[in-house]
């Protein structure tokens, strides 16, 4: 049992065991977290905001309206795709299948609608369930079977793709022109409503950290100082204002057109952002999941079933890169037999542990997904205004991924060496 408190903890559950009054008490705790290797995602918005500023001093167009709209877009698949694995490297697992998963799921979804003039909303809901069904078969062998996931998600990353080129035809390809599928990644929400989502979700954050925080006061329960939870809440408002009023711009090449409002694309990363996190922070279904993550036996021990954790935990995966694999689609405007292959699956996986995600299970939180996600788009948007060679690409991101892992490394050494 003190193994599950141990690993409750890492993930951050410990805030109902110690208490910090002060705001500079809750800066020095934190500050010794981060000496100790609690660093969190803290290398990767450091990375983040050098990134924007080297792009920005480089090239005057990097912070035009019109490619941080397009930055947002290229992010949105990847970041969707590397929230579902963030799920299975919570466990210590891995799915190489995920990329080919939301490829298989948006075929079905292209066939559905271009072949038998399926309604959008039943092609995409028959996406989902293929990609549940396949995140079902690999939790099932996985768990049940003891096979490891890199054997069996290997197999399946193999099996899929021949599923894809059977449905499309070698070199074929499905086009995407249902409106509503486009219009994820395509369309923008109106500028008035844009700006009536950006103050409901400052109002609901506001009031929800500020009703928890006066709910951990009255159960005498450690909680951070008023100042921390109004510092979040402004930095919060901040960054929703200002990317609201950047996006609400018109952004238009063409003094002909008008091109404004927020993708549609960025409101579903925000929903699924909130959902995940809610569902990993806030319900025992989340707890489970850290505890199995940071010692399976202590967590079977204390009666979780690890089992169904993890095969519920592949079966979310999976759902979650059907849905990466329709967005994706979106942005193509079609479905090919390439789609979820090449590099797509590696990308998902290094968004993941550049935004601090451990690859050694336990570790890691939905937010990491987005901010290694925008790492990573932020690198090839930025390189490609500077018209730079595709290698480059490939270096850059391949070193950051390093980075990122040698520092997960370090800092699991420095926490067993500080017992935190």
């Not at 929230?83 to 298989?104: E, K, Q």
């Amino acid at each position: 049992m003190t193994d599950i408190i141990s690993d409750a903890e890492e993930a951050g559950f410990a805030n109902d065991r110690t208490q910090s009054n002060t705001l500079g008490e809750a800066a020095r705790a934190y500050v010794n977290r981060v000496r100790g290797g609690d660093m969190g995602a803290l290398p990767a918005i450091l990375g983040l905001i050098v990134l924007f500023i080297v792009f920005g001093f480089a090239n005057d167009r990097f912070f035009s309206a019109l490619n941080m709209a397009n930055l947002i877009t290229q992010a949105g698949a990847i970041i969707v795709l590397a929230m579902g694995l963030v799920l299975v490297l919570l466990l210590g697992d891995i799915d190489l299948s995920a990329g080919v998963t939301g490829g298989v799921s948006a075929c079905v979804m292209g066939l559905l609608i271009a072949k038998h003039d399926q309604p959008w909303g039943v092609a995409v809901l028959l996406a989902l369930v293929t990609g549940a069904v396949i995140g079902l078969v690999i939790g099932v062998l996985v768990a049940k079977l003891g096979i490891p996931s890199f054997v069996v998600t290997l197999a399946f990353f193999l099996g899929l793709q021949g599923v894809t080129l059977k449905l499309i035809g070698d070199g074929g390809s499905v086009r995407v022109d249902q409106e509503v599928i486009k219009g994820i990644t395509k369309s923008n929400v109106p500028v008035v409503w844009g700006w009536v989502l950006a103050i409901v979700i400052i109002v609901a954050f506001a009031a929800l950290s500020l009703r928890s925080h006066r709910a951990k006061v009255t159960k005498g329960l450690q909680h951070q100082p008023l100042a921390v939870v109004v510092a979040q809440i402004v930095a919060l408002a901040v960054i929703v204002l200002v990317v609201t009023a950047v996006l609400n711009v018109n952004r238009a090449p063409n003094p002909g057109f008008t091109i404004e409002g927020v993708p549609y694309v960025l409101l579903l990363v925000a929903a699924l952002l909130i959902f995940w996190t809610f569902v990993l922070s806030r319900t025992s279904y989340g707890r489970h999941v850290y505890a199995v993550g940071g010692n399976a036996e202590a967590a079977r021990r204390a009666g979780i079933s690890v089992d169904r954790i993890r095969i519920s935990v592949f079966v979310f995966s999976s759902s979650m890169a059907a849905l990466s694999g329709i967005i994706a689609a979106s942005n193509l405007g079609k479905v090919s037999t390439s789609s979820g292959g090449s590099n797509t699956l590696l990308y998902a996986v290094g968004a993941a542990v550049i935004g601090g995600t451990s690859l050694f299970g336990g570790k890691g939180k939905a937010r990491d997904a987005v901010i290694g996600g925008l790492v990573i788009a932020t690198i090839a948007n930025g390189l490609g205004l500077l018209d730079q060679a595709s290698y480059i690409n490939f270096i850059v991101t391949g070193g950051v991924l390093l980075l990122a892992a040698s520092v997960d490394a370090i800092s699991r050494r420095r926490r067993s060496a500080t017992g935190l």
